[in-house]
């Protein structure tokens, strides 16, 4: 399905957000996700499916004023 | 021996002039951010300089995987210092408590440095946005540090929405034009004389630093000034003596201005040199 995921469009077969993060690359890096605009916690990733043209954002820490 | 002070902390026993924030002392009253340096090393030579105890950080796109991100927690991980996680360039209520939430969760911590901006040019905050953001991450157990204006009526409606600090504008953020309106500065340090009060965006030399903590600031936040200077490291010092300086001036009390000239000297037994009277 398509999903997008920082902005960018995505093709995935992760059924949820820990599959995708799994996928990606990114379950060990110190990261925080969303999904559609909601905070899923690192906890509740397994449990947080993925549908079609969600939009998924992943960050991490970076410098900051 | 006394231990000489290290920069930014006062001269005096630890304790007696430390800054409460949420509950907890700071002995620093300067805030550092950790953007816009040329390179990691310079940050971290200027963060030291600085004596800060609090840094800001903030929360970006991962991109894809090139341990950026990892590095940045291990290098401020490794200051051993406050974190104040912001949430710079929210336009929405929404998007700042998003991030703010997702900021607790990478830098375990409940502080933020809450911004919702109105505008691109002025980055302005939106006042409305930002009470109401702040209402809800107050509510959720956040210690919210809100951007704010210099607006008396805006600074009462954060502190009802469960902020302890505020941290109103001295100019827009990245203009380093100095306190721009000094009155309102003071305005507001008289109407919330026991809140504690952190200048934060416009600072752009130690002079204004100083200004600001002569007029009561209890702390400085300052970016762009330091991470832009030709030496980091070295205009972080002359920022943590100028805050200092700043701070001392006002415990120990400026003089009241006068319109006219007062000779410091004494005129009693001012000597005359008249010629004697030939008579």
Known sequence: MKIKVNGELKLTAAKNLEELCRELGVTEARIATARNGEFVPAAARAKAGIAEGDAIEILSPRQGG | ????????????????DALELYGESVHSRMLL???????????????????????????????????????????VRNLGLRLLPNTAGCHTVKEAVTTAQMAREVFETD????????????????VFGLVEAARILSGEGFKVFPYCTDDLSVAER?????????MPWAAPIGTGRGLINPYALR????????????????????????????????????NTAVAKAKDPAIMAEAFAKSILAGRLAYRAGLMPQRD?????????GLASFDMPDAS
Request: with cysteine; hydrophobic share 45%; net charge negative.
């Open chain 2, 1 to 16: 021996m006394t231990a000489m002070p290290r920069s930014g902390e006062l001269p005096l026993p630890q304790d007696e």
């Open chain 2, 33 to 75: 951010g950790t953007a816009l340096y040329s390179s990691p090393e310079i940050m971290r030579m200027a963060v030291e300089a600085s004596g800060a105890g609090i840094v800001t950080v903030s929360l970006r796109r991962e991109s894809g995987g090139d341990g950026s991100g990892q590095r940045f927690w291990d290098l």
């Open chain 2, 111 to 126: 502080w933020v440095k809450l911004e919702v901006i109105a505008n691109d040019d002025t980055l302005q905050p939106d």
């Open chain 2, 158 to 166: 954060l502190l009802t929405a469960g902020c302890e600090v505020l």
């Open chain 2, 187 to 222: 305005s507001l340090r008289a109407y919330f004389p026991k809140t504690p009060l952190i200048v934060d965006a416009g600072i752009g030399a130690p002079s204004h630093a100083a200004g600001a903590m002569e007029l009561g600031f209890d702390a400085i936040l300052l």
């Open chain 2, 260 to 268: 006219m000239a007062s000779p410091s000297t004494p005129l009693a």
